[in-house]
């Protein structure tokens, strides 16, 4: 089993449209959660951190549950420039390393 | 201030070869990290610097190394090249022990022939 599995892409959705992204995380002893977008051919960059409370940064809200290992990103009124790949990613190990999942290709149409 | 450097941006070696690829930290980062992304996939786990030392490594055999200068600055080594290793190499920095997330380079871009 993957440590990090994703939803399978790719996402094909209009422009305005609400799109849901699902993340599940194998081990339990995971401190830190983020999701990073990655646009074709460019190294990933953080889109937010991810807390158990939840927490908004626009149009996307991330929420974490420990006792399910879930993670989800919801981005609304998608805009045609959220077209990228979103990697769900976890900490692991004394000194936090990233452990990725494969990614969830996002494609906002007109 | 400049962000995570990598250098160089684009490398074609033939099956075989010795590379050494470089990263400069954000200033004020103390730890390093190297990332092998192969088409399709996230990230994968290479080594882990910080404040100069080892302090993690990822699977991949012992024809990868790598070390942190006193400036925090990183290489990565790979001997022996094989077709497999063509993937983007990315190093990332963290101020702290990465709980706060890190920051990527724009990645080194290796093709083996």
């Known amino acids: 089993r993957k440590e990090v599995e994703q939803d399978p892409g790719p996402f094909n959705v209009p422009e305005g449209a609400t799109v849901a992204f699902n993340c599940t995380y194998s081990?339990?002893?995971?401190?830190?959660f983020f999701w990073y977008r990655q646009d074709c051919r460019k190294e990933p960059k953080l889109l937010m951190s991810v807390y158990s409370s939840g927490n908004e940064d626009g149009r996307f809200t991330a929420q974490l549950n420990r006792a399910s290992q879930y993670i989800s990103l919801l981005i609304r009124d998608s805009k045609l420039s959220d077209s990228a790949t979103y990697l769900c990613v976890v900490t692991g190990g004394g000194y936090n390393k990233l452990i990725f999942g494969a990614g969830t290709r996002l494609a906002v149409h007109p | 201030d400049a962000g995570v450097t990598q250098s160089p941006t684009h490398l074609i070696k033939t099956r075989g070869q010795h590379v050494t690829l470089r990263c400069s930290p954000i200033s004020g980062h103390k730890s390093v990290s190297w990332y092998q992304q192969v088409l399709g996939q996230g990230p994968q786990f290479i080594f882990q610097y910080y404040e100069k030392e080892e302090r993690g490594r990822g699977n991949f055999p012992d024809r990868f190394s790598a070390r942190q200068f006193p400036n925090y600055s990183s290489e990565l080594n790979v001997n022996a090249l094989l077709l497999g290793d063509s993937a983007l190499y990315l190093c990332?920095?963290?101020?702290?022990?990465?709980?706060?997330?890190?920051?990527f380079g724009s990645g080194t871009r290796l093709t083996v022939v």
């Open positions: 081990n339990s002893a995971s401190q830190s």
């Open positions: 990332a920095s963290s101020f702290d022990r990465g709980l706060a997330g890190y920051t």
